[in-house]
Antibody
Framework: QVQLQESGPGLVKPSETLSLSCTVS????????WSWIRQPPGMGLEYIGY???????NYNPSLSSRVTISVDTSKNQFSLKLRSVSAADTAIYYC???????????WGQGTMVTVSS | QSALTQPASVSGSPGQSITISCTGS?????????VSWYQQLPGKAPKVLIY???KRPSGVSNRFSASKSGKTASLTISGLQAEDEADYYC??????????FGTGTKVTVL
């Protein structure tokens, strides 16, 4: 069974870059799409983007100017970079597997990132 | 892309059935057969309950069912149980390989 685990700093300063990684275990990253989704405290879910193992990406248009998602197949990891962050980017960040059912089938436990000086 | 509209809260007594609506537009919910539903227990990551508008993954209780008509998708929980108390989100493919989530519904078991 595929499992996902997010990792990265829990605190980022305003205007800096948020960087997170997601490690895939129990399966190969060379399979379907790998996504990032976030959830501000007490609020709903927001799709950030996905990457295919080949490296092709898709981003939420509202975030696309600040987002980069990359993949490292040798480490079975994919990563998120969000530039020029502000307090509005404070959220729980989830990585998720988007599979053949066309749904976000498997989720990581999530990691809280706070943007504050 | 605007979030899909869900009622903020729905409640019911144990054993009852409740329905959560999810209203989108002709560019997402109505256009694609790609609505999925997620259950988020307190402090936990979401879990998929429904995919492809009405399909249930293996392992998900058959107390959860879904339907769609036009721009509105619906999730029904039958035989409501205390363990169903959670937040529920719909999600739809919205074209150009992007996805939009619903505003979320808090289900309370009275």
């Amino acid at each position: 069974q595929v499992q996902l685990q997010e990792s990265g700093p829990g605190l980022v300063k305003p205007s800096e870059t948020l960087s997170l990684s997601c490690t895939v275990s129990g399966g190969s990253i060379s399979d379907y799409y790998w996504s990032w989704i976030r959830q501000p405290p007490g609020m709903g879910l927001e799709y950030i983007g996905y990457i295919y193992h080949s490296g092709s990406t898709n981003y939420n248009p509202s975030l696309s100017s600040r987002v980069t998602i990359s993949v490292d197949t040798s480490k079975n990891q994919f990563s998120l970079k969000l530039r020029s962050v502000s307090a509005a980017d404070t959220a729980i960040y989830y990585c998720a597997y988007y599979g053949a059912n066309d749904s976000f089938d498997i989720w990581g436990q999530g990691t809280m990132v706070t943007v504050s000086s | 892309q605007s979030a899909l509209t869900q009622p903020a809260s729905v409640s019911g007594s144990p054993g009852q059935s409740i329905t959560i609506s999810c209203t989108g537009s002709s560019s997402d919910v109505e256009l694609y057969n790609l609505v999925s539903w997620y259950q988020q227990l307190p402090g936990k990551a979401p879990k998929v309950l429904i995919y492809g508008d009405t399909k249930r993954p293996s392992g998900v209780s058959n107390r959860f069912s879904a339907s769609k008509s036009g721009k509105t998708a619906s999730l029904t929980i039958s035989g409501l149980q205390a363990e169903d108390e959670a937040d529920y989100y719909c999600c739809s493919y919205a074209g150009v390989r992007t996805y939009v989530f619903g505003t979320g519904t808090k289900v309370t078991v009275l």
